[in-house]
């Protein structure tokens, strides 16, 4: 199993980044995906979340500002993530899941940085 995420960086208060997250070695349409993030220090949170029917969750923090997708024919899952804030930076976690354990598989993390 691996999860291969992708695309974050430095970028300025009020910009955007989408993430990408690629994933092999288990049935993709068959599970729950998550973007998760953490700071050193703060504890884990979960920022997106998307069902295997398309369904889709956000934090408080981030409602109306990203977007979780997926695409079943190409084993991936993105987030994409508009008027970004400091409060923003973290490592950005994709994670796979099914039925009442949502967080089996982790990718490696990319790291988000906001400059103000």
């Known amino acids: 199993v691996q999860l291969q995420a992708s695309g974050g960086g430095l970028v300025q208060a009020g910009g955007s980044l989408r993430l990408s997250c690629t994933a092999s070695?288990?049935?993709?349409?068959?599970?729950?995906l998550s973007w998760y993030r953490q700071t050193p220090g703060k504890q884990r949170e979960l920022v997106a979340r998307?069902?295997?029917?398309?369904?889709?969750n956000y934090a408080d923090s981030v409602r109306g500002r990203f977007t979780i997708t997926r695409d079943n024919a190409e084993n991936t899952v993105y987030l994409q993530m508009s008027s970004l804030e400091p409060d923003d930076t973290a490592v950005y976690y994709c994670?796979?899941?099914?039925?009442?354990?949502?967080?089996?598989?982790w990718g490696q993390g990319t790291q988000v940085t906001v400059s103000s």
């Open positions: 070695g288990f049935t993709f349409r068959n599970y729950v």
């Open positions: 998307i069902t295997t029917g398309g369904n889709k």
């Open positions: 994670v796979a899941g099914r039925g009442s354990y949502l967080a089996q598989f």
